[in-house]
């Protein structure tokens, strides 16, 4: 690769690095500012950092590739996708920044569904921080792939050399400044993946000479959009659909939730946070179609399409430009790793270490050892991603319906539901969770294939956990009046807030 693309990326380095180091003087004295920021951080770094942790490398490696192969196919999931996380900001975040708050000022998922019933070391809060670790591993590895696969396909540079830049820099970065450097990050990631998926699908199209020449180009591979609604299934569109479900279980997502400075802040970020959502999945999911129609139109061999970003950003562009876009596939990975490796720590620090030894320590011991448990995480991811032949869209959607299921039906239930038992919500988490795990592993077909080859595992997850949160507290005595009332006093003051 030439000099200006190396000079491109160090410069993104060097300024992901003095952003941690910032962070680390202003906001990691104490654990609320390791790990919310101190609930002071704004709409716009909120919106931004809540999409960049969103997306990953999946949005410019994973959407694109599954684009390049099966067209509009992928299309669903990305209607999915944004509804998903509409709902998540009309439903779930102004209720959430107000209930945590309330509810001893839970700091962590975990923590919050504990206080949610008056039982702060209770099961629901080990077997919830649990659950946030195992599926936050592979959520990372997923973007260590992605890393991988970049230094590997950009620059020559062996995949497992890849995995260990990637993982060095993040880690960097997270352990010295926690939330604050997370979300700085970020929102400084969020713009530059913004730039690039606007950017490379227009540069690339500028090289057809018309609509219709990239169309009949793209076709020669894929059915067209009226063939594919032809052979659209009903479980199909479900399955693509239902990434949309997700959104409300995702720990790294809805703790931005938490964070935010105040209530009324949670409609600016709605409006930032959908606009560039919008914008940069259509990015992703053209970049995908102009590669179809490029690769057939120019006979350009793609070996793995979950690189076709980086291909056009090597051919298309000036060597400085590519270093700049090869920064925002970084960008797009290290956001989301940073915000997992952060959850996870957060959870083994405050919803494990200090639950299982009971033991009193200080704010900055406690902070220290959610570095240690930041730096464990990332070994564990580190070891699972060192398979190349893992598919980033796979593993992503592995970890998604994961979340999506255990979590999801409680977040709601928890936030709307008053009389809401401690037992119905383990019971809703680990059974959307177990189904998840069942759907993806159990060898239960014809030929040893899975029922996730059927149905994408986040329908019957979801289904499953709803039902037992509903069908287990209609069964349980009512919670006690103490829980209620939390609960009255939550909604009483998000009214007071939104008035």
């Not at 000079?7 to 654990?31: E, K, P, W």
């Not at 945590?100 to 919050?112: K, Q």
């Not at 070996?303 to 876009?325: C, R």
């Not at 030929?447 to 509903?470: D, K």
């Amino acid at each position: 690769m030439p000099l200006e693309s190396y000079l491109s990326l160090s410069v993104y380095f060097i300024a992901m690095l003095g952003i941690g180091l910032f962070a680390y003087r202003q906001s990691t004295s104490d654990i609320s500012g390791y790990i919310l920021g101190g609930r002071q951080v704004s709409p716009h770094v909120t919106a931004l950092s809540a999409g960049a942790s969103d997306m990953s490398g999946w949005m410019l490696m994973g959407l694109p590739g599954a684009m390049f192969v099966s067209g509009f196919d992928a299309v669903y999931i990305a209607i999915g996708l944004v509804a998903g996380a509409l709902a998540n900001y009309l439903l779930v975040a102004p209720k959430l920044r107000v209930y945590t708050e309330i509810a001893d000022d839970a700091l962590t998922v975990p923590e919050f569904f504990a206080k949610r019933f008056n039982t702060p070391n209770a099961s629901l809060r080990i077997v919830s921080a649990a659950i946030i670790v195992m599926f936050f591993t592979l959520y990372t590895s997923a973007g260590l792939v992605a890393g991988g696969k970049l230094f590997e396909s950009a620059f020559s540079v062996d995949y497992q050399l890849g995995l260990f830049i990637t993982l060095g820099v993040v880690v960097s970065y997270t352990l010295l400044g926690g939330f604050l450097a997370v979300s700085l990050t970020d929102f400084v990631q969020g713009c530059i993946m913004f730039i690039a998926l606007v950017l490379v699908p227009i540069v690339a199209f500028s090289e057809f000479d018309s609509v219709t020449q990239m169309t009949s180009a793209a076709y020669k591979s894929v059915p067209s959009f009226s063939e594919s609604l032809e052979t659209l299934t009903l479980v199909g569109l479900l399955s693509s659909l239902g990434w949309g479900l997700g959104y409300f279980g995702q720990p790294h997502i809805i703790v931005r939730f938490m964070a935010i400075r105040s209530v009324n802040a949670v409609s600016t970020a709605r409006n930032i946070g959908m606009s560039w959502m919008t914008v940069t999945i259509i990015g992703a999911l053209a970049t995908g179609f102009v590669g179809i129609a490029y690769a057939n139109q120019f006979n350009l061999a793609v070996d793995d399409p979950e690189t076709i970003f980086i291909v056009f950003s090597q051919l298309l562009f000036h060597p400085l430009i590519s270093g700049f876009l090869m920064a925002a596939i970084l960008a797009a990975i290290m956001s989301t790793i940073s915000s997992q490796l952060l959850v996870s720590a957060s959870s083994l620090t405050e919803d494990i270490y200090r639950v299982v030894t009971k033991k009193e320590v200080s704010e900055k011991q406690t902070v220290t050892i959610g570095r240690y448990g930041v730096a464990g995480v990332a070994i564990v991811a580190l070891l699972l991603a060192l398979d190349a032949s893992n598919t980033i869209l796979s593993l992503v959607s592995n970890a998604w319906a994961g979340f999506g299921a255990a979590f999801g039906p409680l977040v709601l239930f928890c936030l709307y539901k008053k009389d809401l038992t401690a037992k119905a919500a383990l019971a809703g988490m680990m059974g959307g969770a177990i189904t998840v795990l069942f759907w993806i592993y159990a060898p239960v077909l014809d030929g040893g294939e899975t029922l996730s080859s059927v149905v994408y595992e986040i329908i019957p997850g979801f289904a499953v956990s709803t039902l037992l949160l509903y069908g287990v507290s209609r069964l349980d005595e009512s919670p006690s009046l103490s829980v209620q009332q939390t609960f009255m006093q939550a909604s009483k003051e998000l009214a007071n807030q939104q008035s």
